[in-house]
């Protein structure tokens, strides 16, 4: 049973990520000054603030099984400092590939200074909107090796736009006995709380899994 508390919550996370959609829009010409209003309550009782995610592959591993697992990714109202944080679990755009999706765990971002451990590479810090993701497998290694995978993230395609994620993941079902929530930074898991007593759905999750 949600409480009354984690309704209103729930509901003011909807509204803040209905506005900033909605102005999005609005910006663009996509829709005027009558629809504005109307995009936004459209929003607010439509649609969900969560979407399914299948992930497969060694890099998230042990947070995400080798063998895949599906995720409940929260959609974030804006990909910037304010609304994700080091320590969170995102899913963004390949750098590589465009057209396809990693997941990975947020490092740093704007402002950090980076250090390597290698003597040769120098020291640099992170530009306005950049951010610096990484694998959660630490025993993948920065590039590929006869012993070993690569690890596929910012320590082989570098730093990468904020505005390339588009999600953070919130929950993880591994099989039908595993899962749970994910561990995101402690801002970002008293935010999601409300999304995830309200949305989350084990069984629907069950459904769509593919191992």
Same mark, same amino acid.
């Given at each position: %049973? ?5 309704? *209103? ?35 607010? *009782? ?71 451990t290698d003597e040769k590479d120098e020291t640099f810090v992170l530009d306005k909107d950049e951010c ?24 082989? *395609?570098?730093?990468?736009? %904020? ?23 402690? *801002? ?24």
């Amino acid at each position: %049973m949600v409480s009354l508390s984690t309704w *209103f919550r729930y509901i003011a996370h909807k509204l803040e990520y209905s506005v900033s959609l909605s102005w999005k829009s609005y910006k663009i010409g996509k829709i005027n000054d009558k629809e504005l209003g109307d995009t936004i309550w459209k929003n607010v *009782f439509q649609g969900k603030l969560t979407y399914l995610h299948w992930n497969k592959g060694e890099e998230m591993a042990p947070t995400v099984g080798a063998q895949g697992g599906t995720l409940l990714v929260r959609k974030l109202p804006a990909a910037d400092p304010m609304h994700v944080f080091v320590g969170d679990v995102v899913v963004l755009k390949d750098p590589e590939n465009p057209d396809k999706y990693l997941v990975r765990r947020l490092a740093a971002v704007e402002g950090y200074e980076m250090v390597s451990t290698d003597e040769k590479d120098e020291t640099f810090v992170l530009d306005k909107d950049e951010c610096w993701v990484l694998s959660d497998n630490e025993s993948l290694k920065p590039k590929q090796t006869y012993f070993g995978q690569e690890a596929k993230d910012s320590r082989t *395609f570098g730093p990468v736009p %904020m505005t390339d994620i588009v999600g953070r993941v919130i929950y993880c079902l591994r099989t039908a006995v595993d899962h749970g929530p994910v561990q995101n930074s402690h *801002f970002s898991m008293r935010k999601d709380s409300p999304v995830l007593e309200v949305e989350l759905d084990v069984d629907e999750m069950a459904k769509s899994h593919k191992a």
